[in-house]
């Protein structure tokens, strides 16, 4: 008879009188010699005793037991049934917590759990679903049901092989429920419903050379639920500082969505000035000694802020760079990199980590400034 690496044996006897091994004590073969007749054994128990077939030692192929090398594809059953069975728990986790049946503030809900898994905070990990590695009583179910046809019979596995199905069942439910814990999380963050990792373009980690979401400690407004939020943010690649302040170039797409993000604010400032009772012949002169016009004329930003610095010659234009970058208002606006997820709105498309060092971005206004000497 020949052995296999990977094949399972029960050991019948041994001569060597110093061994702790027992008969029908079980092990996988690691290498067989057919001219010496030497079975060199990884025990179950720890130890690597070689047995001397030709000696009179004896062992017996374990009833059902596979190769290693087949078992794995047993594993990989059970790792794959324990990620089904751990997205649908996650799942029933976020309709409770994020979704319909949640109560409260779902936003602060996902960026605290969020939070709680980058600092491996112990509260919000007990809090998620979790397989019970030390629970016994599912193991043969579960084997039964998702083991390949050809797989050994359940009653034929070691102790060692049955632990080995619940904790792939159980890598694989953490593993997945996890994943989509985290997922729906960023879903309820993004404004757009993305569920992409954004982690890249964080404020704290947004380096010169790249992207990066802009606003300024202007752009915050409260929402109707009375939140204090972002109204728009802007996709853009951060190229320099000024007095500590972000200078980035954007898109056309996001530049555009800049001039129109001053006006919004234009108008909005007009309204607050009628109601305040400001005469309807007073309202424009009121609103351009605040904001600035902007327009694009062809491929170039007009920034007209002659009243609001008193200066007729305060008249700016923005051409794109010879790659169709815009740099608006860079060195004038207090621009800061945000936090992708107090946006309700971002202009222009974030760049995954892979492309990011060809990512470019944009932002937006107010505080007027000279520009550096």
């Given at each position: ?54 000696e009179g030692d004896r ?48 936003a602060a809900t996902a ?24 629970f016994l009583a599912d ?235």
């Amino acid at each position: 008879m020949t052995y296999q690496p990977g094949d399972r044996v029960a050991l019948e006897h041994t001569a060597d009188p110093h061994t702790l091994l027992r008969p029908g004590d079980g092990g996988t073969v690691r290498r067989y010699d057919p001219q010496t007749r030497v079975l060199d054994v990884a025990w179950d128990n720890g130890s690597r005793l070689s047995l001397l077939l030709g000696e009179g030692d004896r062992v017996r192929p374990l009833a059902g037991a596979w190769p290693d090398r087949d078992w794995e594809r047993v594993l990989d059953a059970l790792r794959c049934a324990g990620e089904t069975a751990g997205r649908d728990a996650a799942t029933r986790w976020a309709q409770h917590i994020l979704g319909g049946r949640a109560d409260g503030d779902m936003a602060a809900t996902a960026r605290h759990v969020l939070a709680g898994l980058d600092d491996i905070d112990p509260p919000i990990l007990d809090g998620l679903p979790t397989a019970d590695r030390y629970f016994l009583a599912d193991d043969s179910d579960r084997y039964a049901e998702h083991a390949p046809p050809d797989a050994p019979a359940w009653e034929t596995l070691t102790a060692r092989r049955c632990d080995q199905t619940r904790w792939a069942w159980c890598d694989g439910y953490d593993a997945a429920a996890h994943a989509e814990v985290v997922r729906r999380c960023r879903m309820v963050l993004h404004p757009d419903g993305d569920d992409r990792d954004l982690s890249h373009v964080y404020p704290d980690r947004v380096r010169l050379g790249g992207p990066g979401v802009f606003a300024g400690d202007w752009a915050w407004a409260p929402n109707d639920a009375g939140d204090m939020r972002i109204p728009v943010g802007f996709v853009g690649t951060l190229i320099d500082t000024w007095n500590g302040w972000a200078v980035f170039c954007c898109a056309r797409d996001v530049a555009e969505a800049i001039v129109a993000d001053q006006q919004n604010h234009r108008d909005r400032l007009r309204r607050h000035l009628a109601a305040e009772g400001i005469p309807e012949a007073d309202l424009d002169r009121r609103v351009d000694e605040s904001l600035g016009r902007m327009w694009f004329d062809g491929d170039v930003i007009v920034v007209d802020d002659t009243r609001v610095q008193n200066d007729p010659d305060a008249i700016d234009h923005i051409p794109p760079t010879f790659d169709g970058q815009y740099v608006v208002m860079g060195w004038c606006w207090t621009w800061i990199a945000v936090h992708p997820y107090d946006c309700d709105r971002i202009a222009g498309t974030i760049p995954d980590p892979a492309t990011a060092n060809t990512s470019s971005g944009s932002s937006r206004r107010h505080h007027p400034g000279p520009e550096p000497t």
